[in-house]
Each structure stands twice: as structure tokens, then as C-alpha cells.
């Protein structure tokens, strides 16, 4: 990333991390429970203050919600929770794609508008669904790395967190396909999916696992935070000759990013974290107040943040993208780890 896209990224990361919205008092009275998917995510962290900053900034009120673990059953238990204490509605990020949709719609039903970022339940689950990235683009990005990082050719592995994670199994749906249609990923091997249930020490195992299963491993794709922060500790502790990339935080991935031997992972992704929080806590504010349903081509205005148009996405049903994903690698690491 040149010198002069990375002050254009951080010049507007932080802009969409002030709030300034242009229509003040837009969520006055409003109640929002932001269901995470577990407690201890730095990435939900991020875009939840942003959350809570845009809907204070705008009159209204969140309740951060935390379940026990980073399970369907857990959120379930925080959904059921939340249903009867009259909240507007609920902003979540799901566990699994189907399990959570009757809590869900009965949620909808009792009047509770649903709304969900980074990781979506099934279309019958929600009304809006705010994607930091288009799933083929994060796709295209991490594959063309794995490419990259792996010279081309030779054994790789992928890192995920649960097996019912709704973003991670689109991402690496879109991954596989993209490898599949193109020549120029035909000496690439996917040797194995491996979860690590986005809890450090699970992480930390499996990737210790797939370097005892697969000696000439190059290349590990952690598409998740957590994951890709445990990885990187892992084979650059063991000064291992298999290289990583995928999904993570700057400020977490900073002593592991480097193109030379000594560190881990050449560069990785992200998105705007702060703009991801913001965009969610505007269209979870225009679903309340009757602005937009979720349907297709409704547009509505995000405060500073411009304008937006409602999507068809790859489930069939509708969402509302972000951006493009962003690389971090050694010239822009120490500035963007300074942000997140």
C-alpha cells in the first residue's frame, strides 16, 4: 500500500470515527441490545464502541450483551433475555447461520426490529445486514495471498474459528470457488479446514497441529482475528518456515508482520473496523425509525458517512456493504496499529 492510500485510509478512518451525524436526535428514546458473539473479541470491541458512540451521539441508548461462550446455544440464552425487556432492537453478530432464527423471529414478531453485522444469521433471521466487506472481495484478497505467499504453489491450510460461522464459512466458500475456477491456483492444495472456535488456545493448538500433520505446509489463511493472532504467535515463536495470512488487527499483529524470515505473516486484511460500527449503528437507527425495511435498492443516509443502497446478497437475501478490504504489511503496520 503506497504512502499516499494509506494517509487517504487513515485520513478516513478517522473521520468516520468522529461523530458529527447530520441529522441530530435521530434515535432519541431508542433502545439497542448489540449482541456479541462472545465476550473478549478486540474486533467486536472496536466496532461496538463505535456502536454506542453513533447511537449516543443520536439520542438513543445500547446495551452491550456478552453470552458465556461463542456458541448458538449461548446467544440464544441472551436473545431470550432480551426479548422481554422491550428494546427496539437488536443488533447482533451471529454464532450460526439457522440456529438462532426462531428466537429471532419471534423477536421480529413481538415488534423488535433485528439487525446484524461482520457475521449474519440466515435472511429469514434478520431485516438488515450491514457486511464490512463483499464476501467475493475478501475472498479474492486472501486467496490472491495465499498465491502469493506460497510462490505459487505447494500445500496450504485454513484456520477458521467455529464451524457455523456465518462469515467465515461464506469467505471460505467464496476462497474455494474462486481457487477452483482459476488456473492460476491449480498447484495450490488445500490440505484442511481446521477451527479454532476464535478462543486463542484452541487457535494456538490446531495451528500446532496442522505444521505435525503437514511438513511442507507454506502457508496458513486465518480469516478471523483471534485465530490469525494466536497462529502468528505460534510460528514465529518456533521460527517456522510455514508463513500465515488472513484476518486481523494491527495492533495485534504488529511484532508478527514483516516480509523477511523473521516474522510470521508477510501482510494481512481488515476492514474499517470504527466505519463497520458506525454503518451498523446507522441502519440499525433507520430500520427503528421506518426509513428503510431491508428490501432491495432502499437507500438511506448514515449520517456523514454519505449515502447507502441496500444489496442483494450471497444468500438471497439483502445487505449493505462497507467497503473493500485493506492490507496491512510493513510500511503501513505501525501507523494503523496506532488506530486498532
Not at 448458538?72 to 451471529?94: G, V
Request: proline residues 3%.
Amino acid at each position: 500500500m503506497n504512502k499516499k492510500l494509506v494517509s487517504a485510509v487513515l485520513c478516513g478512518t478517522m473521520i468516520l470515527g468522529s461523530v458529527s451525524p447530520v441529522f441530530a436526535g435521530t434515535a432519541d428514546g431508542m433502545k439497542i441490545a448489540l449482541v456479541a458473539k462472545s465476550a473478549g473479541n478486540a474486533f467486536f470491541e472496536i466496532a461496538a464502541d463505535a456502536f454506542e458512540e453513533t447511537v449516543t451521539a443520536e439520542g438513543g441508548t445500547v446495551e452491550k450483551v456478552y453470552p458465556e461462550a461463542a456458541t448458538a446455544d449461548a446467544q440464544i440464552k441472551a436473545l431470550d433475555n432480551l426479548i422481554s425487556q422491550d428494546f427496539d432492537a437488536i443488533c447482533i453478530s451471529a454464532n450460526d447461520v439457522n440456529a438462532l432464527q426462531a428466537k429471532l423471529e419471534e423477536a421480529m414478531d413481538e415488534g423488535i426490529k433485528v439487525s446484524c453485522f461482520d457475521s449474519a444469521p440466515n435472511k429469514d433471521s434478520r431485516q438488515v445486514f450491514v457486511n464490512q466487506a463483499g464476501t467475493v472481495a475478501v475472498g479474492q484478497a486472501l486467496m490472491d495471498a495465499v498465491l502469493d505467499i506460497a510462490g505459487g504453489e505447494g500445500q496450504w491450510a485454513i484456520l477458521s474459528a467455529t464451524s457455523q460461522a456465518a462469515n467465515q464459512n461464506a469467505w471460505i466458500d467464496a476462497m474455494k470457488k474462486i481457487m477452483e475456477e482459476d488456473e492460476k491456483y491449480s498447484k495450490l492444495e488445500l490440505v484442511e479446514v481446521a477451527y479454532g472456535d476464535d478462543e486463542p488456545q484452541k487457535s494456538t493448538d490446531q495451528t500446532a497441529a496442522l505444521l505435525e500433520k503437514y511438513p511442507d505446509l507454506k502457508v496458513i489463511c486465518a480469516p478471523t482475528t483471534v485465530g490469525i493472532a494466536a497462529a502468528a504467535k505460534y510460528l514465529q515463536d518456533n521460527e517456522s518456515a510455514c508463513k500465515l495470512t488472513g484476518l486481523g488487527l494491527p495492533s495485534e499483529m504488529i511484532e508478527y508482520t514483516g516480509a523477511d524470515d523473521a516474522h510470521s505473516c508477510p501482510y494481512f486484511y481488515l476492514w474499517d473496523m470504527v466505519g463497520l460500527g458506525n454503518l451498523s449503528a446507522y441502519s440499525t437507527i433507520a430500520l427503528i425509525s421506518g426509513d428503510i425495511t431491508g428490501a432491495l435498492d432502499e437507500t438511506f443516509t448514515a449520517g456523514d458517512m454519505g449515502e447507502y443502497t441496500i444489496t442483494e446478497a450471497d444468500d438471497g437475501g439483502t445487505e449493505i456493504v462497507l467497503g473493500l478490504p485493506l492490507q496491512f504489511n510493513s510500511d503501513n503496520i505501525e501507523e494503523m496499529a496506532k488506530l486498532y
